[in-house]
């Protein structure tokens, strides 16, 4: 791939399929005239081991070695849930917090088990995701969103993945998992992260045009 393609082709680091379809679901609303690609369109590259202690920390690495490899802009993040009762806990380390090979199931009824018999006013959370940008070069743009909520009592609603069906909204008095996609890809952590993409794209655009 061309290097001055890199004005035309926008990568999400990530192999996540859910992950992918809400991504571009929010992108598509700010009518990005970008060509959007995933980590499908590389097979040859594997997935970014993400190691660090931070959500900006994994999401700028992710960004920046998919970006490298592809000689594309590349889009990654990384989501925490910090549940107050827990010490901040599973924090950056949500996706496995359930231990090697959990899904998504396991690690919410993990967390369901450790807030066992705990009022609503103990169940506070707040859900953080972290966008990064990265050009070739190294250089990277960061977004952050984030929602306030308690984590529910139970399993509530089919929609959305990850903690969705136990992070609840008061707001709206549902779950994620309750919410149709359309109100949840407005309000998310995620939806106000890469809600300010396009800013960072036109950003990093300019930066590589200037060289």
């Known amino acids: 791939m061309n290097s001055k393609k890199i004005q035309y082709a926008l ?22 005239k970008v ?19 931070t ?8 960004a920046r070695e998919i970006s490298r490899f592809t000689k594309c802009l590349a889009l990654a993040d990384d989501t925490g849930l910090f549940v107050k009762a827990l010490r901040g806990k599973p924090g950056v380390y949500s996706a496995r917090f359930a231990g090697p090979g959990c899904n998504y199931e396991h690690n919410c009824r993990k967390l369901l088990r450790l807030l066992n018999g705990k009022p609503l006013s103990k169940r506070q959370a707040l859900f953080q995701t972290v966008a990064a940008l990265a050009l070739p070069n190294g250089k990277v743009f960061v977004a952050k969103g984030q929602v306030n909520g308690r ?4 399993f509530k ?11 609840n909204v008061p707001k709206y008095k549902k779950t994620f998992a309750e919410m149709n996609p ?15 993409v396009p800013g960072l794209l036109k950003k990093a655009l300019k930066e590589y045009n200037s060289r």
């Open 35 to 53: 060509p959007i690609l995933t980590l499908k369109d590389f097979p040859s590259r594997g997935p970014v081991v993400e190691n660090k202690p």
């Open 182 to 196: 359309h109100l949840k890809n407005r309000i998310s952590h995620r939806a106000k992260a890469f809600s300010k």
């Open 157 to 167: 609603g089919k929609n959305g993945f990850g903690y969705d069906p136990v992070f």
């Open 11 to 32: 990568v999400l680091a990530t192999n996540n399929q859910h992950k992918v379809s809400e991504i571009r679901s929010i992108l598509r609303k700010a009518h990005l």
């Open 151 to 154: 984590i529910a009592t139970e």
């Open 55 to 62: 959500l900006v920390g994994n999401a700028v690495k992710k």
